[in-house]
């Protein structure tokens, strides 16, 4: 059968329902049949790796009816370790993930790490988790799925879209064994290859990959010592390269590849072989491989993270090179500023703009992403030019304010959100400070709003049913009032309870009657 036609129609002209978008009404397509009786679930997510697990999740805590479909019958067996950075590990605190998370990984101090420049952590790191914690990829995925299962969420593996159409009150999803749902919202988290953008028909440019390398985990045979010492010497120009004990006798290693092929082809054991040879002088007697990859630097930005009720999260609206490790925590993020929304939509309390603000917050964040991953690579080339400029970037990296400015924009701790004119506060995340009740992310676990009041005479009112309030908070905060959103971004700086009220109108709608 071939794939449904995808028509992008504007959403609902329903109060409860009414989004935003670019286009004409349109009816949809006769393609896909829209019975309301296939009207099964709130939000159909494509995709349950970690952004899509962790989407789930969010939208369940409001009451949302989600389904996760995952192309895969069986999770990745490939044990490859993956960082979560500072502002990932508060996110997690948040939803008080964190205890479950971080025995399973292993804490390294925090560092600067640009472009694979060692130095020591700056001074200013305001927050409570300032490390970075490695844990391996199929581990994070499966405790992101669970979380989500747990909360009433619907995962079907061995499923996958193979069209879709949108009308004015929600989206059929057909499967590839030609089996049909509905939905009013359909989030394509399917990977940089992502189904969805592409049945979509969103633009995804930017540069193809230029570099590839190939990484995996397997036995040598040779001592480690030997190793130590010629891998420190081929790191002094090729960053690209390394052998990093992950067990007992087990090696991650890390090599460039001999040229740019087809992602989809798994290197061999002979190609690492054949490329440790060539930069090494020995293949190092690797054998008995765990697992085998390649990734390439290839590096692209959705046009639109929104078409009508169809929207884009993770790779599926940004891909770029591995280099700092953002990737995963780049899409997690992305769920995070999503959910609430999407959810407060569905809910029929979301302000008409709410939703647009995803795309508007969270594709200029992506950008910034795909601009320091592309310096970085630049400074990994062998080049005489490029290696000059890491020098001195090495240099430069001595002084606090230029360390500290690179390790925020890599562990995300630094963005501030466009919200208007206001204090540098405005915008920015608010670290987890100590509380009369404990910690202050504490208090965000159901992802609600949270309103930090000092004074003791404001209120939240007919927002009680979205927002928290908590009087006297903390010694720590040196501002009146503090309006936190559920992702934990202030969007309120003041004292003042009808311009409280009107930002309360902004981010969480009108007040319950």
Known sequence: ????????????????????????VRPASSALTTDRALHT?????????????????????????????????EPASAVRIVGLHIRSLE??????????????????????????????????????????????????????????????????????????EQDDE?????????????????????GGRSTVRKLLGVGFPGEPARTESLMGEMDVGVPQEEIAATVAEIRETHQRFWLRPAGVGVYSVLVPAAGVSDRAEPPTLDDFKHQLRAIAGTDFGV??????????????????????????????????????????????QDAFNLGWKLAARIRGWAP?????????????????????????????????????????????????????????????????YDFGAGPDL??????DMDIKQGHLYGLLHRGRGLLLDRTERLRVGGWSDRVDHLAD?????????????????????????????????RWFGEPAH
């Open 1 to 24: 059968m071939h794939p449904p036609r995808f028509t992008a129609d504007a959403p609902s002209t329903d109060p409860v329902e009414r989004d935003s978008t670019v286009g004409d």
């Open 41 to 73: 679930y709130d939000v159909i997510i494509a995709g349950c790796g970690p952004t899509g697990a962790m989407l789930a999740a969010e939208l369940r805590l409001h009451d949302v009816r989600v389904l996760v479909l995952e192309r895969e019958t």
């Open 91 to 164: 996110l997690m605190a948040m939803r008080g993930l964190l205890d479950r998370i971080r025995p399973h990984g292993r804490q390294r101090p925090a560092s600067a790490f640009f472009a694979a420049i060692a130095k020591p952590a700056p001074k200013g790191l305001d927050s409570r988790y300032a490390y970075l914690l490695g844990i391996p990829q199929p581990v994070i995925e499966r405790l992101l799925e669970e979380h989500a299962i747990e909360l009433g969420a619907q995962v079907r593996r061995g499923l996958a879209v193979a069209g879709f």
């Open 170 to 190: 929600g989206v059929t999803v057909a499967l590839a064994d030609g089996e049909q749902l509905r939905s009013r919202y359909l989030v394509g988290c399917d």
């Open 287 to 332: 054998h008995s491989p765990r697992w085998l990859s390649r990734f390439g630097d290839a590096t692209r930005l959705a046009d639109s993270y929104r078409v009508g009720r169809v929207l884009l999260a993770g790779d599926a609206a940004h891909i770029h090179p591995p280099i700092g490790g953002q990737g995963l925590n780049l899409g997690v």
């Open 352 to 416: 008409e703009a709410l939703l647009d603000t995803y795309q508007a917050e969270r594709r200029p964040v992506a950008e910034a992403v795909l601009d320091n991953t592309r310096a970085q690579t630049e400074l990994l080339s062998t080049e005489p030019g490029a290696q000059a400029v890491r020098r001195l970037l090495t240099e430069l990296m001595d002084f606090d304010e230029v360390n500290l400015h690179l390790l925020k924009k890599i562990t995300a701790i630094g963005i501030r």
């Open 426 to 431: 405005l915008g920015r995340r608010l670290p």
């Open 473 to 505: 908070p903390t010694a720590e905060l040196d501002v009146p009032c503090v309006l936190l959103r559920p992702d934990g971004h202030v969007a309120w700086i003041g004292d003042d309870q009808q311009d409280l009220d009107d930002h309360l109108s």
